[in-house]
């Protein structure tokens, strides 16, 4: 069975930092993209970034490039999401998404999410 | 950017059909994903490459992709398929994965 379990998620003062973390199993990770999705309290999903299965490439939305950065460690089966310079604009569940073995999508197993807010 | 269009919501009798549309640039050039999501819990696929179902997906959920419009359609519609449902495309040219804004579907 496909598992995805994010964690790391928050409270954070504006300005700083978080790392979240997701742990995948029931499957081989290093074969697959991997994303992290976000949605805000109340509004759509909004994609953030994505890192192809060896961790060679990744892609990031204009709204976080710059202060997040995405990675994954296939010996350990966890995809991260380094997030700096956190705002306000931010808060908002966090979700890790597997794609496809040979593109981005279909994101086709998603995890509960984790919840990270921004505030002073 | 790429972007797509989704009305913001639909409704729909109980046993009647429901189409929700995703307009886009010459949309139907690319591969849409659709997904549904009920309150607090995460999103599920319940359309992928256009028409194809995952497994465990009602054969009521079919899909289609032409032109500039994408279409998630729910025959025989029942109360538990009561949630928000999104469409999805990579556009690889930008390497950008873009999420249609939403639609609440409404049982009445």
């Known amino acids: 069975e496909v598992q995805l379990v994010e964690s790391g998620g928050g409270l954070v003062q504006p300005g700083g930092s978080l790392r979240l973390s997701c742990a995948a199993s029931?499957?081989?990770?290093?074969?697959?993209?991997m994303h992290w999705v976000r949605q805000a309290p109340g509004k759509g999903l909004v994609w953030v970034s994505r890192i192809n299965s060896d961790g060679s490439s990744t892609s990031y939305a204009d709204s976080v490039k710059g202060r997040f950065t995405i990675s994954r460690d296939n010996a350990k089966n966890t995809l991260y999401l380094q997030m700096n310079s956190l705002r306000a604009e931010d808060t908002a569940v966090y979700y890790c998404?597997?794609?496809?073995?040979?593109?981005?999508?279909?994101?086709?197993?998603w995890g509960q999410g984790t919840l990270v807010t921004v505030s002073s | 950017s790429y972007v797509l269009t989704q009305p913001p919501s639909v409704s729909v009798a109980p046993g009647k059909t429901a189409r929700i549309t995703c307009g886009g640039n010459n949309i139907g050039s690319k591969s849409v994903h659709w997904y549904q999501q009920k309150p607090g819990q995460a999103p599920v696929l319940v359309i992928y490459?256009?028409?194809d179902r995952p497994s465990g997906i009602p054969e009521r959920f079919s899909g289609s992709n032409s032109g500039n419009t994408a279409t998630l359609t729910i025959s025989r519609v029942e109360a538990g398929d009561e949630a928000d449902y999104y469409c999805q495309v990579w556009d690889s040219s930008s390497d950008r994965v873009v999420f249609g804004g939403g639609t609440k579907l409404t049982v009445l």
């Open positions: 998404a597997r794609g496809s073995q040979v593109g981005a999508t279909p994101t086709d197993y």
């Open positions: 029931g499957f081989t990770f290093s074969s697959y993209w």
């Open positions: 490459y256009d028409s």
